[in-house]
């Protein structure tokens, strides 16, 4: 069983708004605290209420939880006219850190996100530090457009113009518009085994990602967002335990299969022993829009903290 409060706490200037859920009774000789975080304009409860069923699992384990709206988002104040992975809301994740732990006292904190609350947890790695792990879902690795919220009336439009577009994919790819639904296809064809997904998956990489057009040289590392190179490579210089979960199907992952190991290399750690954890579904996490992956994700993340932080432990902290 869980304790659910709701809460208030400032961030910058707004008044953020979460849910925190609290064990029943002490379970561990630390209190440990879990910070979830969705992605874009989802609020706190994520799609059909995954956070607050990881949420209430977790404090069924002894764990103290905080899931929270960004500013402008839900019921906390202010307002969003666009959102940019350039620009996460570091500020809110540092605020929730310092709350959570003033108000339950917690010994060690992770942070865990999809998407873009994947890149913002990342980002507060040092300046909510000491943090002791870190659960990243989707997670955008290259720098994208920037995203202006749309009125209503022009995002139908837009919806019925991309329904429009489906029917013509071929056109879509060609003309680099769709890359999410090209990628969709590229996954489906590379059913003949690991070794033909892993080189199409490079194919496809260079083609449609290259800065400078097919055929560039440069490294795939080399194009990575420094706004998720800098803190991942922090974290794993400093040995805080990271899990990225991926679907094989999320345009994401294949960008994240291509770089990683560049990342991993200027961050000084061997390839044998990376210093991260990847756990790969079937299908595709990005949008959260199946049951199963909804379910997939809870459930590893649920399993990921209770093995890692039920008992003592002594990894190293960012300090």
């Not at 409860?45 to 956070?51: D, L, P, V």
């Not at 006219?81 to 917690?106: C, G, I, S, Y």
């Not at 990342?263 to 959260?288: I, N, T």
Request: glycine share 8%; aromatic share 10%; proline share 5%.
């Amino acid at each position: 069983m869980a304790i659910e409060r709701p809460v208030i706490f400032p961030s910058s200037g707004y008044d953020l708004f979460g849910m925190l859920t609290l064990p029943e009774a002490e379970w561990h000789q630390e209190r440990v605290g879990v910070i979830l975080l969705a992605g874009g304009i989802i609020p706190r409860s994520h799609r059909n209420r995954m956070w607050v069923k990881a949420a209430r699992r977790l404090a069924a384990l002894g764990f103290y939880v905080l899931r929270f709206d960004y500013r402008g988002v839900g019921d906390s104040s202010g307002s969003l006219f666009e959102m940019r992975l350039d620009r996460p809301f570091t500020e809110d994740v540092v605020a929730a850190a310092t709350f959570l732990r003033k108000v339950a006292n917690v010994d060690r904190l992770i942070l865990a996100g999809t998407c873009f609350g994947a890149l913002t947890v990342l980002s507060a790695v040092e300046a909510a530090a000491p943090i002791d792990g870190l659960i990243l879902a989707a997670t955008p690795i290259f720098e994208r457009e920037r995203r202006r919220f749309k009125p209503p009336g022009e995002r139908r439009l837009r919806r019925l113009l991309r329904k429009v577009g489906e029917q013509r994919v071929i056109r879509s790819i060609l003309a680099g518009e769709t890359l999410d639904a090209a990628w969709r296809v590229v996954t489906r064809l590379a059913s003949a085994g690991a070794k033909t997904t892993e080189a199409i998956m490079s194919l496809f990489m260079r083609i449609f990602r290259s800065d400078n057009g097919p055929g560039s040289s440069v490294a795939p590392s080399q194009r990575v967002s420094e706004q998720f190179a800098q803190p991942f490579i922090a974290a794993l210089r400093t040995q805080v335990p990271v899990l990225f979960i991926y679907g094989e199907e999320d345009f994401s992952y294949a960008e994240f299969s291509v770089s990683v190991d560049g990342l991993v290399a200027r961050a000084g750690a061997p390839r044998s022993e990376p210093g991260y954890e990847l756990h790969l579904l079937k299908g595709e996490v990005h949008r959260f829009l199946s049951v199963r992956i909804q379910e997939e994700v809870v459930d590893k993340l649920v399993d990921w903290v209770a093995s890692r932080f039920s008992a003592p432990c002594g990894a190293p902290r960012i300090r």
